[in-house]
């Protein structure tokens, strides 16, 4: 189990997705938002480049291109000084945690990914062992925010009393690397601690609440009918639990439920009430945030306006 | 011909299924494979499973059975890797990660090239922006599921970006060193053997990629609307 209080607040390398870049950008300038208000220390880094993680799940890019783009985004971190990679993608999370302990363990892989860098003239990019830890330098962004929870309490200005929500935790944070988890990986409670102490009335445990979202990368794509049938299964399950907002800490689980409930309601002939946040936006709001110039709500899918307008947001 | 040369980190070449799935950097290296009970822990938590014939806990039999026949069983495709079955498996196997193996292995043979070609295009857009992207056919699906305001949406993502103090566009400086690496690696090479549809069988690429793909985009052909 990873300790809430290892989580750093200083040296945070706030990594850029390329999903949450595309899709959702609010989710990038509303965690910004919060980490300014509950004092962290975190730097974007242009020279940092994607994960890999959309290529790689969809099995285009092999293991060694995942390992060599995530050593050399290890560098980038390491020489601007910011050496803890804070993710706003469970998938960047996961990747890069990986390649990590994969360069740490395999001394052929790391040698090889070297002799490219050598071959190609970039010595500065060479990775010794042990250069990252894979349990100390690599975060997702909600864990940096729980071990804020008592600071967003304080601050908030924004009281989601009387709101029913529900949590979704990624798949990749939880279910990859299961033994380095903030609390008990069958169980995560992460969004839940927070939203809760923002007022909101959460409902921790709700049928299929471990399901994943229904991506599956290439599954949304090549197998689109199992892709959205597990995505329905989720959604009907926050409606009979009454769940009027979702949570989540994923820019693929985010397309999932944002842009593709509406697909459902008219391919399945059913109807939810459920609107979708990232748990950043959800964070930044109840700190005072504006809802479209810093939380992005206008690139939603599902709109927010009638949620926001009851909650007292506009 | 195989494309072994490019995957020989995720496809060591071994005499046997398991030995490759327990040697390939895909797979941790504390792989429980030989420890399998079968008990089916895997397949219970399994959202393939749920919704269409896949079973994590078949797969992992025939690997174990070195039953090579299941490259070719098109239930490999569905896993969503999800990985519940490695959070609860018993044993410390983790069929998600074996998965990802047996694709690799068929990909080498040629098998599920098609697949492959509708994401192809991440390739040379990481290489060129540093960034990664939803592939065009992919965009042009999501087009025809989410209709004009996700279209215009996409085509004000550089105002709103600004509007919320974002950089213009997530094109990444990164200088020519994410292209070099992917030449490095071997990536390239293995661009071309996808786009040729493998032992030079092109016209695989016109193939659907699977029965509900049909209507649907499989591989690149006209522009999105949306510009992306
Ligand atoms: S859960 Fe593990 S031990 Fe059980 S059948 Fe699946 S792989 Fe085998
Ligand atoms: S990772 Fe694949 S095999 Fe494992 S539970 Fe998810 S869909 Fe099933």
């Known amino acids: 189990m990873k300790p809430i209080e290892n989580v750093p607040d200083r040296k945070l390398l706030l990594f850029k997705s390329c999903m949450v870049s595309q899709e959702y950008p609010g989710i990038e300038s509303a965690t910004g938002y919060a980490f300014d208000r509950l004092g ?6 242009e020279e940092q480049s994607c994960c890999t993680g959309i290529g790689h ?21 390491r020489r601007c000084g910011y050496p803890n990679i804070t993710c706003l993608c469970s998938t960047c999370y996961a990747v890069n945690k990986e390649a990590c302990e994969l360069l740490n363990t395999n001394a052929e892989v790391r040698e090889k990914v070297n002799s490219i860098f050598r071959e190609q003239g970039m010595d500065d990019l060479v990775y010794e062992k042990g250069d990252m830890d894979p349990r100390s330098n690599f975060y997702h962004a909600v864990e940096v925010l729980l071990s804020k929870v008592d600071l967003i309490r304080e601050n908030k200005q924004l009281d989601f009393s009387g709101v029913k929500a529900a949590a979704h935790h990624a798949c990749h944070y939880y279910k990859v690397k299961y033994q380095d988890v903030v609390g008990n990986p069958e169980n995560p409670q992460l969004i839940d601690d927070i939203a809760a102490a923002c007022g909101a009335d959460m409902v921790r445990w709700y049928e299929d609440r471990t399901l994943t979202c229904g991506m599956g990368f290439s599954q949304l794509h090549l197998n689109r009918n199992t892709s959205l049938q597990v995505t ?5 399950s926050l409606k009979n639990a009454g769940v009027e907002l979702m949570l989540h800490m994923c820019p693929n689980c985010h397309i999932q439920y944002d842009r593709y409930q509406p697909v459902i309601e ?10 979708h946040m990232n748990i950043g936006q959800f964070v930044a709001l ?12 206008q690139t939603h899918s599902v709109p927010l306006e009638g949620f926001l307008e009851r909650i007292g947001a506009l | 011909m195989m494309l072994i040369h490019v995957n020989k980190y995720d496809t060591p070449e071994c005499e046997t299924l398991a030995e490759t799935a327990k040697k390939s950097i895909r797979t941790p290296d504390s792989l429980g494979l030989d420890r399998c009970i079968q008990c089916g822990a895997c397949t219970a938590s399994c959202p393939a499973a749920r919704f269409t014939d896949y079973s994590p806990r078949q797969l992992v039999k025939r690997v174990l059975e070195n039953d090579r026949s299941v490259l070719e069983d098109e239930s490999i495709w569905s896993c969503f890797y999800c990985y519940s079955c490695n959070l609860r498996c018993p044993r410390n196997n983790s069929p998600v990660t074996i998965v990802q193996v047996l694709r690799q292995m068929a990909i080498n043979e040629g098998i599920g090239l098609e697949r ?3 994401f192809v295009e991440i390739g040379e857009y990481l290489a060129e922006n540093g960034a990664s992207k939803i592939p065009g056919p992919g965009v042009r699906n ?4 989410l209709g004009e305001s996700w279209i215009e949406f996409k085509r004000d993502l550089e105002s709103i970006r600004a509007e919320l103090g974002l950089k213009p566009r997530d094109i990444r400086d990164t200088g020519s060193e994410v292209r070099a690496i992917l030449e490095g690696t071997g990536f390239f090479e293995r ?10 069988n092109v016209s695989a690429l016109s193939h659907s990629a699977s029965p509900e793909t049909v209507n649907r985009e499989t591989a690149s052909h006209e522009t999105p609307q949306c510009g992306v």
Not at chain 1, 40 to 45: A, H, R, T
Not at chain 1, 64 to 77: E, P
Request: negative net charge.
């Open chain 1, 40 to 45: 962290v220390d975190y730097f974007v880094n």
């Open chain 1, 57 to 77: 799940y969809t099995d285009l890019f092999e293991g060694l291109t995942t390992a060599a783009i995530a050593a050399r985004n290890f560098a980038v971190a």
């Open chain 1, 232 to 236: 329905k299964a989720k959604l009907d």
């Open chain 1, 266 to 275: 008219k391919e399945f002939g059913v109807e939810y009430d459920t609107v």
């Open chain 1, 286 to 297: 109840a700190l005072g945030a504006d809802p479209y110039e810093v939380c992005g709500f």
């Open chain 2, 116 to 118: 492959l070609a509708y």
């Open chain 2, 142 to 145: 999501m087009e025809r599921d």
């Open chain 2, 191 to 200: 661009e071309k053997w996808i786009r040729a549809g493998g032992r030079g």
